[in-house]
């Protein structure tokens, strides 16, 4: 495996599930990051963690809830979720402190909640 | 407050230049990123601005001014497969991971 990759890819849950999505990253970055992206919203940073120490939390509902067990895993545990969290959940990398630092992101996970 | 504004759509033709503008507003600046996004896949990192000027890689080029809060990415020799989203992105300081998106532009290439 390469680069950034998430599981699952597409997800579909009702408001009183619990589910977590995975991401992992073969960079060997030490920065993690955690995006909403709504239809016609600009990409919404949700989380950072740097050196596995979260760094942002960018005023997101308890709801979303994440964990950076080492450098290489990023999760996000979501439960009691709402119809308007529907969205492409993503997940990116960096090497923080290296010039451009440009991230670099996994695929996606669909969310769908009912 | 912080705002980055980009077109929402573009078209144009096999072969041709196009010119994607973006204006932002932050209460600093370290640096401006584009990414490319194809529908349902991941952003792909494209270029970095942090001094004033042009950087070109291949068919792509980026310019910035910061006087005038202003960067562009210029396609040349337009390709089908240049069809997707393009996201302007702004690091408002060296100390932070955070960076700022505009909505992005839908680029539609026709033969």
């Known amino acids: 495996e390469t680069g950034v990759t998430q599981t699952p890819r597409h997800l579909v849950m009702g408001m009183t599930n619990k589910k977590s999505l995975k991401c992992e990253q073969h960079?060997?970055?030490?920065?993690m990051y955690w995006y909403k992206q709504s239809a016609k919203k600009p990409l919404e940073l949700m989380f950072v963690?740097?050196?596995?120490?979260?760094?942002e939390n960018n005023s997101v509902p308890s709801r979303f809830s994440p964990e950076c067990p080492n450098s290489s895993h990023l999760f996000l545990h979501l439960h009691t979720l709402q119809p308007e969290d529907s969205a492409l959940y993503l997940c990116a990398s960096s090497q923080r402190l290296a010039g451009a630092d440009e991230q670099y992101f996994g695929p996606g996970t669909r969310l769908t909640v009912t | 407050g912080q705002n980055i504004d980009q077109p929402t759509e573009m078209t144009a033709t096999e072969g041709a230049i196009v010119q994607i503008n973006c204006t932002y507003q932050?209460?600093?600046?370290?640096?401006l990123f584009w990414y490319q996004q194809h529908a349902g896949e991941a952003p792909t990192f494209l270029s970095y601005?942090?001094?004033?000027g042009l950087e070109e890689k291949g068919r792509f080029s980026s310019f910035l001014s910061r006087s005038k809060g202003y960067s562009y990415l210029l396609l040349k020799e337009l390709q089908m497969k240049d069809s997707a989203s393009y996201l302007c992105a702004v690091r408002e300081n060296q100390n932070t991971d955070k960076l700022i998106f505009g909505t992005g532009t839908r680029l539609q290439v026709f033969p």
């Open positions: 960079l060997g970055h030490n920065a």
């Open positions: 601005n942090v001094l004033d």
């Open positions: 963690y740097s050196l596995e120490e979260r760094v």
């Open positions: 932050t209460s600093g600046f370290n640096g």
